[in-house]
């Protein structure tokens, strides 16, 4: 079972990799833009809600990841609100917004140290419920407004690793392990800081 899920992690990662480079890579010409702006319409969302943006994240996912009973998977929420989220963050940068390393918590930690002492408490009341969000909708809601402060302050953020966190966060002992490990990166500090 554990296997299955590392399978399935790995190949939501790959997906994701492949789905952010062809966005990146038509950025350049009209049609990525627009592919952009659709995803940003699906935020907060279910995933299939919207028809213009079935092509940009269903197409050429793993067949075993899809939707047999017409609710969403685990797999088709973690691409889903990954790259509606990637979208929200594109918007307006010329530049991917993609790096990897960088995880949710880390990228929420490098906001914290871009703001305020006031503004840090508003960063604070982003990250709790989004690290503490009981379903997608809500995750969803939470995440979005945290990564629009990245945005804003040019901070970017690793996608594949958000889909994978993702997919672990739907499940009891994977919400732990998500859970933790945004924690390990909002609260860590690297040495020589």
């Known amino acids: 079972m554990a296997e299955d899920r590392t399978n399935t992690r790995d190949k939501i990662g790959k997906y994701v990799y492949g789905q952010i480079a062809m966005l990146t890579e038509n950025m350049k010409y009209g049609g990525g833009k627009a592919m952009l702006a659709n995803l940003r319409r699906g935020a907060g969302k279910t995933p299939g809600e919207l028809p213009e943006i ?46 990897e390393g ?51 302050k040019g901070i970017k953020l690793d996608y594949v690793m958000l889909a994978k966190d993702i997919y672990d966060f739907q499940s009891g002992e994977g919400k732990k392990k998500a859970r933790l490990r945004w924690g390990q990166d909002f609260y860590y500090i690297e040495k020589g800081e």
Not at 75 to 83: D, G, K
Not at 126 to 151: K, W
């Open 54 to 99: 079935w092509g940009i994240f269903l197409n050429g996912i793993p067949d075993e990841m899809l939707s047999r009973n017409g609710e969403p998977t685990k797999a088709e929420w973690a691409i889903y609100i990954s790259l509606t989220m990637f979208a929200l963050h594109q918007q307006g940068n010329s530049e991917c917004v993609h790096k």
């Open 102 to 152: 960088v995880g949710f918590g880390r990228a929420a930690a490098m906001l914290m140290n871009e703001q305020s002492d006031k503004e840090r408490e508003r960063v604070l009341r982003r990250f709790g419920p989004a690290v503490t969000a009981n379903d997608m909708y809500e995750l969803s809601h939470h995440m979005r407004s945290l990564i629009e402060l990245m945005r804003n």
